[in-house]
């Protein structure tokens, strides 16, 4: 190993991807372009939501069996072409702890076996949603969690190992990713989160995709933090920011 280790971990080359979002919509804002780029790449990218409205979702309202919510997280996922990872089953705002969130977690993970994870950035300083701040730290904690045959304690395990570890919604990206051919994508995307989007939200959300891409030297992109497994345990060791967008 050298210096090269000081670099984020590359991204080019992986087969599937979990993209694991607090609620339905977030893993569109946070990364919808970079899902569409994957699966244009032939990835196998999957969706998958912790939390979401069963519980304050009137029954005269669900349709198929799904929530409102619940039915346009799964028409966002088809219009980027990534496939439903199911939903973790937590209401909104929920009052599991992290270390039940993670547990759950690492299930999927180790039936999914993705290469690679993403989520949100619990360390945002300005993040005050209880969802975001458990839901980052749970993703975190399962990664980790995921290699070690011995737990959860008493039941049987298949380990599986996450090469890549990334967050989006975060404050300290080390890449910008170049989303340019997806950004009309992400915006169609985002629009099937009918409940939750609004020409104001819509456009902030495409404003930050500029400036993104601006700090990248591109047209639109997505701000993110690439962790290596390795980095994801106690070596404080400094990861490079990559200047020009991948």
């Not at 669900?62 to 929530?67: F, Q, S, V």
């Not at 051919?181 to 995709?209: T, Y």
Request: glycine share 8%; net charge negative; charged share 25%.
């Amino acid at each position: 190993m050298g210096l090269e280790m000081l670099n984020p971990p590359s991204i080019t080359g992986i087969k599937k991807a979990l993209f694991i979002a607090p609620h339905p919509d977030d893993n569109e804002i946070g990364a919808g372009g970079l899902m569409a780029r994957l699966v244009a790449q032939g990835v196998e990218v999957y969706g998958m939501c912790v939390t979401d409205d069963r519980s304050v979702c009137p029954k005269s309202e669900w349709k198929d069996g799904l929530t409102v919510r619940q039915n346009e997280q799964l028409a966002a996922l088809s219009e980027l072409g990534a496939k439903s990872a199911g939903f973790l089953g937590f209401d909104d705002k929920t009052s599991a702890t992290v270390e039940q969130i993670s547990d759950a977690l690492v299930e999927r993970i180790r039936e999914l076996k993705p290469d690679a994870v993403f989520s949100v950035d619990p360390t945002l300083t300005n993040e005050c949603h209880r969802d975001h701040l458990k839901v980052g730290q749970a993703v975190r904690m399962a990664v980790m969690d995921a290699v070690c045959n011995f737990y959860p304690y008493g039941k049987p395990s298949d380990p599986w190992k996450v090469e890549v570890l990334g967050q989006y919604f975060t404050a300290e990206p080390n890449v910008i990713v170049d989303i340019t051919n997806f950004a009309e994508k992400k915006i169609s995307a985002m629009k099937k989160h009918v409940s939750q989007m609004d020409p104001e939200l819509l456009g902030a959300i495409e404003l930050q995709g500029r400036l993104f891409g601006k700090q990248g030297g591109v047209k639109h992109g997505e701000a993110l933090k690439l962790y290596s497994f390795f980095h994801l345990h106690c070596f404080n060791l400094p990861i490079n920011k990559i200047k020009k967008a991948i």
